[in-house]
């Protein structure tokens, strides 16, 4: 996973699966030289986003083997094209994907308005996150999750105010037309209906995971006037202003730093929903 150190020849090491079984194993590859508009950097830390999982499995249909994964990455810059601003590396890695993918429609949606209710679908990488904000941002935050295991932790140390075990239909049914914003970052399907029916009116539904289909009746929106909506990630104006805001509200990912050589047990751990918060690879001192 994710290319580590590149030699005076830039050859770089990494991580790649060969098919779509997705195990990850070493694979030394060349890069070509820093253009125009390119950054050569040392990648100190990797974060393991679900994109992970689904990349090196082909869930796409378009993934190219062999595929070094990982995209969440914080290094040293080594090389920069003139006049490519200069990044300042920290470990911050989990939120530059997880962090920005879900601060995005947070903002875009106007989910920064205290006291308004907030549901988060999927307590894993982006879900926690997506908690830390919603905290920070002053709003209810009710999460949805399908591992009870996952109770304590979500209202103690991620400080949820209310935990739901979303396959609990009675308890799902008590909280009709109690959301203003709900957003989904389960990894797996949803049902639609159902959380559009959580919403109140004008409540918008924000999906930032990839179910495998988009399904739901139309009445669903009209009664109540709700949205649907969708996000990918964010751009680099965003990002800082979300690190500059993580940074002075102090939030930071929970993480669990694991060795190059921990990350096919990583990917099957997420798979399993095993993840408390977001895997990270200590890529400069495991990968050689
Ligand atoms: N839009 C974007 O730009 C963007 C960026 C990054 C990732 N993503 C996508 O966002 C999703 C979450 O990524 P992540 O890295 O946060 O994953 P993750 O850390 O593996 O967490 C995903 C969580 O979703 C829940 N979940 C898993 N399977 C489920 C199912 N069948 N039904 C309902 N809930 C399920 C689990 O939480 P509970 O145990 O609490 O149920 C799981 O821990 C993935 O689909 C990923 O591909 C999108
Ligand atoms: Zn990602």
Redesign the pocket.
């Known amino acids: 996973m994710t290319s580590g150190t590149a030699n005076a020849n830039g050859e770089c090491l990494g991580w790649a699966a060969r098919d779509p079984s997705g195990i990850l194993s070493p694979y030394k590859f060349s890069r070509r030289a820093v253009g125009s508009d390119d950054v050569s950097l040392d990648i100190a830390y990797c974060g393991v986003?679900?994109?992970d999982v689904?990349w090196t499995r082909n869930k796409m249909g378009h993934s190219k083997y062999p595929l070094v994964p990982g995209h969440e990455i914080v290094g040293i810059v080594k090389q920069v094209a003139s006049g490519y601003p200069k990044v300042t590396p920290e470990l911050a890695a989990p939120l530059l994907?997880?962090g920005i993918?879900v601060y995005t429609p947070m903002i875009r949606h106007n989910m920064n308005q205290p006291g308004k209710s907030f549901g988060v679908i999927?307590?894993?990488?982006?879900?926690h996150l997506a908690v830390k904000f919603g905290k920070a941002f002053r709003l209810k935050v009710t999460v949805f999750?399908?591992?009870v295991s996952?109770r304590e932790e979500a209202l103690t140390l991620l400080g949820a105010d209310n935990f739901v075990v979303s396959t609990d239909e009675h308890q799902m049914k008590a909280l009709c037309n109690s959301f203003d914003f709900i957003l989904d970052?389960?990894?797996?399907?949803?049902s639609f209906d159902l959380y559009l029916s959580l919403l109140k009116t004008a409540g918008v539904l924000v999906l930032?995971?990839?179910p495998s289909e988009v399904k739901f009746s139309p009445g669903s929106l009209n009664l109540g006037a709700k949205s649907i909506s969708r996000?990918?990630?964010g751009g680099t104006k965003q990002t800082q202003e979300m690190l500059d805001f993580c940074a002075s509200n102090k939030i930071y990912p929970n993480i669990e730093v694991i060795p190059i050589q921990y990350a096919n047990d990583a990917l099957e751990r997420?798979i399993k929903?095993d993840?408390k918060?977001?895997f990270v690879i200590d890529i400069a001192n495991s990968l050689e």
Do not use: E, H, P
């Not at 999927?122 to 879900?127: M, N, V």
């Not at 970052?185 to 949803?190: K, L, M, P, Y």
């Open positions: 986003c679900y994109a689904a994907c997880a993918t999927g307590l894993g990488g982006l879900g999750s399908t591992s996952k970052t389960a990894s797996g399907d949803i930032v995971g990839f996000s990918v990630t997420m929903k993840v918060y977001r």
